[in-house]
Each structure stands twice: as C-alpha cells, then as structure tokens.
C-alpha cells in the first residue's frame, strides 16, 4: 500500500505559495489568485502558470529556505517519517521552491519541473498531474491511498483505491465530496485511518452509524439524522452516547454536506465515510463501507435508532459478535426468531418472537459486501448471540411521535 498525500494544505498547515507572496512582497494578486483556484473558479494549470510568472523572478534558494520553515502538522510528518517507504508527496509546485521543506519530509516527492538560471525561473517545463504518479504506482501492483484537499487532487483521487479528503487547513474542494471515499477534518482522525489502512487496528470496537438513506416513509424532507428529537437532532443523541468511543464512523449520502455540518458542532473528531451510490443500496453497503477499514470488530447502528443509554453502555463492554433484538413495536418491523439460549437464529417479514432492531456487532472477517440490508449479512453466520435491548427505530412518523414521547426523559 502507497500513500500520496498532496502538500499545501494537506501535510503542511499553510498554502505555500501564499507565504512565498507575502515574504516577496505581491500578497494581493496571488491571494486573489489562489482564492479563485481553491473555489474552483481558475483551471489549476491556468492559475499555476500564472502564479509562477509572478514568483519566479525571485530567488530560488530564497523561495526553499522560506518554504523549508513552513509548518506541517506534526502528527502526519511524524507517520510519514516512520513509513517513508510508503509514503509519497506529489504536489503541482515546483520542486525546485520545495527543496527544503522535501528535505524536512523525508520521503519520495514528486511536483512540477523548472528551468532555472541566475536563480530564478525562466522556465516551467512541466505541470505535474496528479494522477499520473497515482496510475504508476497502481501499475507496480499497489493499492493507492490518495489524501488532499483541492480541486486540483480530484483526479488523483478518481483513479486511486482510496481517497481521503481532508479540511485540516481549510474545507476541502466541494467537487471531492462527489467522489472520495472519506472526509477527515481531524489530524489524529486521519492518523488513526492511515493506521487502520496498514492493518494497525486498536482493539477497541469502532461504531459505524449508517446515515446516508433519504427518509422517505418518515414523510419530513430529511434525512433522519438531521431529525430533531426533543430540542436535538437524532445525530447529536447518538454523539452524546457514543462520547467515549474513539472511532467513530458516519456513513453519509443524501444530505451529507448538511450532517457534516451538524455533526462538527459536537465533534470534530468523526470519520466521514461515503456511500455515493445510497440511492440503489441499503444498509448492508452503507456499513460495509464504514466498516471495511475500521478496527477489527465494528458495531453497526442505523442513523434512525435510538437505544436506551444504559443498553448502549452494556453493548459497548461486551466482547464478540452479537445481534441485538426488543420487544416487537414498530409498524414495519423485521423479525427475529430466538431459541431458548437468547441466540438469534434468523429474520423474517412475517413472523417472530422479537424485532429486529439492530445494533449489531461483527468481526470485519466476516464483513462482505452487500447492497440489502444489514441483517442479510448477518444470516449466514446464524445462530449468533442475541442481545435484547430496549431500541427504537425511526421507520415512520408515527414511529418518531412514538420515539419522542419514550424519550423525552432519558438523560445522558
């Protein structure tokens, strides 16, 4: 596995090009400048050669040294140090301004090719793209894993395995959101993801909270973790009882750039996985998605189920795999059948002894793909332990009139 990360915004914590116009003096047209890129509204080739054909008149050596004092987020130039042979900086700039601060990275850096003379640049003679350092690693048999912010990493992020987009320095490009695989706004965040990746996994359990559905039975034009619950959105209920867990993951579709927004309210902390294709799939994608790169045993929760908070703490210490189950109350509910050990030993749409309500935790050996529904891939592993809990799903409106009264004097 490579990891390419981008550099301005993404490794270091500031543009560099707008550090090297104010040192020389011409702050105003690049900051208009790269303003105008970043938002998209400027082709990066375009704004790249423009920017240049201001800069380049001044010293190169002077350009590196100043570069080479730019900060980097500590944590990621640290895991890029103890896995340099994995890691790979590839960045439009010039190599020839990034020389100091390549050093301090110590890894292998790739960027854009100028000719230079008397110390200055005469010449571009290449713009790197991205992608083509991507598509070279893939070509060696590789699984690439590309981390940026801009719109100019968009490519290198549609041929990579994997994309991350990260708001570390600022929000990343809003055309990424269309097709990365993760959004991270958190430097440990993206550090515990980049572990995952390597097969460095806590023992602790990960939470995936599937979000990314449209709510279309419940009738309220939202997307349910944005539903209120008794003065809070039904997200930030399931924040409050997931405060202690590190890894929390939130699979996001419809709506997702609204639940960003209301999930960084209470956390900033959260990895953002995407399921661009929500509208054809179900549950089961959506927590296959969250779960495929996440700690070895994941509980999976549906972003429109509230679980009582003394049954979340319960599940939250219990080790293994598990299905959990209640008492038969909402109006299109999936069964379980139960035998006299509590184990659960399949669903049905007609009958049962319980509700299927989920949580539900498994071992990401077991996790395959599936594009229905949760407890479909739950069933070939059957029997497994049940878990009774007092749980409430959010299926129709009268379920979330049903919801806000059982809750409305839970405290957490």
Not at 11 to 27: A, N, R
Not at 365 to 382: A, D, G, R, T, W
């Amino acid at each position: 596995m490579k990891f390419l990360f981008d550099l301005d915004g993404t490794v270091t914590s500031q543009e560099t090009l707008p550090c090297i116009s104010k040192y020389f003096g011409c702050t105003e047209q690049i900051e208009e400048l790269t303003a105008r890129t970043i938002a998209g509204n400027v082709p990066f080739i375009e704004s790249f050669i423009r920017r240049v054909n201001i800069l380049g008149q001044y010293s190169v050596k002077e350009t590196s040294d100043l570069l080479a004092q730019v900060p980097v987020y500590p944590q990621l130039a640290k895991f890029i140090l103890e896995h340099a042979e994995d890691c790979i900086i590839v960045t439009g700039n010039l190599t020839c301004w990034c020389e100091g601060i390549f050093k301090k990275i110590g890894c292998q850096c790739y960027g854009s090719i100028a000719e230079c003379e008397n110390d200055k640049v005469v010449k571009i003679k290449s713009i790197l793209r991205k992608e083509t350092i991507v598509d070279q690693y893939k070509a060696l048999g590789e699984t690439v894993v590309f981390i940026g912010d801009g719109n100019n990493d968009l490519e290198a992020m549609r041929h990579a395995n994997i994309s991350i987009a990260v708001g570390l320095t600022h929000s990343p490009a809003q055309s990424l959101m269309s097709i990365c695989d993760y959004v991270i706004f958190n430097e440990k965040a993206l550090i515990r993801q980049l572990k995952q990746l390597l097969g460095i996994c806590k023992p602790e359990k990960s939470v995936v909270i599937s979000c990314a559905g449209i709510g279309s039975r419940l009738g309220l034009g939202l997307t349910k973790a944005l539903v209120q619950i008794n003065g809070g959105s039904l997200i930030s209920w399931q924040l409050k009882l997931f405060k202690d867990v590190e890894d929390v993951r939130l699979v996001i579709g419809f709506q997702g750039s609204e639940i960003i927004e209301e999930v960084r309210k209470y956390r900033d902390d959260i990895i953002f996985c995407y399921n661009h294709h929500y509208f054809e799939t179900k549950t089961g994608a959506s927590y296959y998605l969250g779960a495929r790169h996440a700690n070895y045993e994941t509980i999976e929760w549906d972003g429109d189920l509230l679980v009582h908070p003394d049954d979340v703490k319960m599940l939250l210490a219990t080790d293994g795999e598990y299905i959990c189950y209640g008492d038969i109350t909402s109006e299109d509910s999936v069964c379980v059948h139960v035998n006299e050990k509590g184990e659960v030993l399949g669903f049905s749409r007609e009958s049962g002894d319980y509700e299927w309500t989920g949580p539900a935790c498994m071992n990401k050996k077991h996790l395959i793909y599936s594009s229905q529904n949760v407890f479909n891939m739950f069933e070939p592993f059957c029997p497994m332990r049940g878990i009774k809990v007092r749980a409430y799903d959010i299926d129709t409106y009268n379920d979330y009139l049903r919801v806000s009264e059982i809750t409305k004097d839970w405290r957490l």
